[in-house]
């Protein structure tokens, strides 16, 4: 958020009162671009959000909160999931909930424990609809090992919500000497992002739009903590559990935007290689007829890990033995030069910037 | 969709780079009409693989970039009003007009909505009988055949509640104008595949020979673009200018006949006022008089809005290829995609925006650095 705080310091010169207190928020009012993970959202919670909140803990903007209480390293975040539809093929807007939150704590390190949910339901909700939803969480809670302990219900009237919105927050018990945060990438590291990008986004836009393509997309809507789980075994194993550097799943602005957050909190370059990055042919067709681009769209069970040269070669084998982690690969390098900035060598030869895009992506005329 | 990595592969292109190389001995300034594929161009690296005696400039074949500011302003006008169900193609949310942009409008309760298919429309239409759907017909010969079949359709079913913004503009005028110009540098054309997909390519011969200029009709995978420049590089060094076809596993001669027919039925040529140039004859699309009745201009009676250009953005001299972005001294400064002065910063078409996104408003030197990059 580098750029951002830059903008700031420019904006906030002394007037004739003496200082501004508060950055100024450009928008009159708010946009869908400021939901989008992009420059807009940064822009959103740095001027809004962070200068109100401050303190340490929060100022390190990973994925999780690292608390440290009484002895024990704890790691707090919490989500909320507005998706629609709220059924698609993969998973439901209640696997999401409960998989979004798993896997924020499970990518800074934590084994996730306790989960609450918060609902927001609109008036004139089939029942049923709700009924589905809550066993898809409570399945999904089961399966990924983490228990709802507390919760909270609110219905609005008709119209002044799009059918149910659902907050979870989560806890997990950091009980390994993990040091994972997305400004510990270190020049000569190694990316590794555990299967094909883009197949949630994708998806949910196939069937927002209706828009139909020969074959049958799916979310990967999936709990990435017995992932994380092998990963971190492998590192200890190999006695480098600080090898794992960072870690983050790509969710809404796509492993371009955790990229650049890591280049830009660590203060180091990243390069990539096109041809690397897994993209399934559907994901890649529905990118190419949409003007979108695959780096930027949404996972719901990915991981880009950040990890140390030395055990690269096991962490990513461990990965692959993973049902999770099958479709792995090095997708690239730390490096030294330009720091803050993601390159990407072209499946051609060239050379480009993968930036953080300011909005939405939007698809293009023709 | 299948053969993408075909037309994506390192070992050719590295091959046709070394032919373009060995074909070229003068230094020659070749222009890229559409849009797509200055954005492939620019986010592949393309520009940066061709021998440094090839210069590509971009061509002014970006649909939303061309739409002139008032007719950005009339769109907003009707988008604001109660009752309207305004429709858009997606890159076209983000353009400034004087107030503000359609995201904008939408956040202030007006309903705006993305379609994929100016079809889409019809179903809008028939769902909202008690709502105006007004599509935002712009565009060049390629968006005109499904923009054209929803005001055909809409008659058939019999549709009163829709109507169409009408912007649109075509190629081969544009590129007499450039040709004309006392400033062109241009000297030989990647004529537009997409475009010449629908209209076929017979207008663009008369043009090669008046002018003497080679124009090859090409696609817009880096493979496709770096066989246009040989192709190109090829005529210009022999002293040949003729029309070829790069895209023929797509498009033959005569284009498209179904599409061309359905064209013909809806819109007639008409002078078409462009952004960054002004008013160019005959250059564009508006509804026949049998098909008025759709006239959104008309409908809500917008059309005497008539909005200036801002004189700082250099807009209009990059889409006829002139200057390049960074020779704007706004560019990547004052204006950004988050801010943009100028249609060529929004639309991820625009060539300041696809120079923006892929980072030619960094040094060089920040990305030589790639190339260590092991293979």
Redesign the interface.
């Known amino acids: 958020m580098s750029a951002t705080k830059t903008e700031e310091r420019q904006q906030t010169r002394p007037g004739p009162f003496g200082e501004c207190p508060l950055p100024i928020f450009d928008h009159p009012?708010?946009?869908?671009?400021h939901g989008s993970g992009g420059?807009?959202s940064a822009e959103l919670v740095e001027k809004v959000f962070v200068r109100r909140f401050h303190n340490p803990t929060l100022e390190k903007m990973d994925d999780q909160a690292q608390l440290q209480i009484a002895g024990a390293r704890l790691a707090f975040t919490t989500d909320s999931f507005v998706v629609t539809p709220i059924f698609f093929p993969g998973g439901d807007i209640g696997t999401l909930a409960v998989n979004g939150t798993v896997n924020d704590l499970a990518v800074g390190g934590a084994r996730p424990l306790y989960l609450a949910a918060a609902f927001i339901l609109e008036e004139g909700l089939p029942a049923a609809d709700l009924e589905r939803v809550v066993d898809s969480m409570a399945q999904a809670a089961a399966s990924a090992g983490v228990q709802f302990v507390t919760g909270d219900t609110k219905v609005v009237n008709r119209g002044k919500g799009d059918k149910l919105f659902i907050t979870t927050s989560g806890i997990g018990l950091l009980d390994r000497p993990t040091q994972i945060s997305a400004d510990g990438a270190r020049p000569g590291d190694k990316i590794l992002l555990s299967g094909y990008l883009g197949d949630h986004g994708i998806t949910i836009l196939s069937q927002r739009?209706g828009?139909e393509f020969d074959t049958i997309l799916q979310s990967d809507c999936a709990a990435l903590n017995g992932l994380v789980a092998a990963m971190l075994d492998e590192a200890e194993a190999a006695g480098n559990l600080a090898g794992i550097r960072s870690m983050r799943d790509p969710t809404r602005g796509g492993v371009a935007t955790v990229l650049n957050e890591i280049a830009d909190r660590s203060r180091t370059?990243i390069?990539l290689?096109e041809?690397e990055i897994p993209v399934r042919?559907?994901v890649?067709?529905?990118c190419?007829?949409?003007?979108l681009d695959p780096l930027y769209v949404a996972n719901e069970g990915k991981l880009v890990a950040i990890v140390a040269p030395e055990i690269a070669d096991r962490i990513l084998a461990a990965m692959r033995s993973h049902p999770l982690g099958a479709d792995s690969r090095l997708i690239?390098?730390v490096?030294e030069?330009?720091p803050g900035?993601v390159?990407?060598?072209?499946?051609?030869?060239?050379?480009?910037?993968v930036?953080v895009l300011?909005?939405e992506q939007?698809?293009?005329?023709? | 969709?299948?053969y993408?990595?075909e037309y994506?592969?390192?070992d050719i292109?590295?091959k046709l780079v070394e032919r373009i190389r060995r074909a070229q001995t003068n230094p020659w300034v070749i222009m890229e009409v559409c849009g797509?594929q200055t954005?492939s161009i620019?986010?592949?690296?393309?520009?940066?693989?061709l021998p440094k005696g090839i210069e590509l400039v971009h061509g002014p074949g970006c649909?939303?970039c061309v739409t002139p500011l008032e007719m950005i302003d009339k769109a907003h006008a009707i988008a604001r009003r109660p009752g309207v169900i305004f429709c858009s193609?997606?890159?076209?949310?983000?353009v400034p007009g004087s107030n503000g942009d359609l995201?904008?409008i939408?956040?202030?309760g007006g309903d705006v909505r993305?379609v994929?298919s100016p079809i889409d429309c019809l179903k809008l239409a028939r769902g909202n009988p008690d709502k105006q759907i007004v599509f935002f017909a712009?565009?060049?010969e390629?968006?005109a055949p499904a923009n054209a079949m929803l005001a055909w359709q809409a008659r058939q079913m019999g549709l009163t509640n829709v109507s169409l913004l009408v912007s649109h503009v075509l190629v081969p005028p544009a590129i007499e104008a450039i040709l004309s110009s006392p400033e062109n540098r241009v000297q030989a054309f990647l004529a537009p595949g997409?475009v010449c997909a629908v209209v076929g390519y017979r207008e663009y011969e008369p043009l090669a020979a008046r002018f003497h200029v080679p124009m090859v009709v090409t696609g817009f995978e880096?493979?496709d673009i770096?066989e246009g420049v040989l192709m190109v590089v090829e005529q210009l060094e022999s002293g040949r200018a003729e029309v070829e076809n790069q895209y023929s596993r797509v498009l033959a001669r005569g284009g498209n006949t179904p599409a061309q027919d359905i064209i013909a039925k809806v819109f007639e040529v008409s002078d078409r006022k462009w952004r960054g140039v002004g008013t160019i004859p005959q250059s564009g699309f508006k509804l026949r008089q049998e098909f008025r009745g759709f006239d959104a201009e008309q409908r809500f009676q917008v059309a005497a809005i008539d909005t200036q250009e801002p004189e700082i953005c250099i807009a209009g001299q990059i889409l006829q290829g002139i200057k390049k972005p960074h020779d704007c001294p706004a560019f990547g400064a004052q204006c950004?995609?988050?801010h943009p002065l100028g249609a060529t910063m929004v639309?991820?078409?625009g060539a300041c925006a696809a120079y923006?996104?892929?980072?030619?408003h960094?040094k060089d030197s920040?990305?030589i650095?790639?190339?260590g990059?092991p293979?």
Do not use: W
């Open positions: 009012q708010i946009v869908l671009g420059k807009l739009e828009l370059g390069l290689r041809s042919e559907s890649r067709g529905a190419e007829m949409l003007g690239g390098e490096v030069s330009h900035l390159l990407m060598k072209t499946s051609v030869g060239g050379t480009r910037v930036d300011f909005g939007l698809p293009r005329i023709c | 969709m299948k993408l990595d994506r592969n390192g292109a590295a797509g954005h620019v986010k592949n690296g393309i520009d940066h693989l649909p939303v193609f997606g890159d076209m949310l983000r995201f904008t939408k956040s202030n993305v994929y712009i565009g060049f390629t968006t997409h880096p493979l770096l950004t995609p988050l639309s991820a078409e923006y996104a892929y980072g030619r960094l920040d990305l650095t790639a190339e990059l293979s």
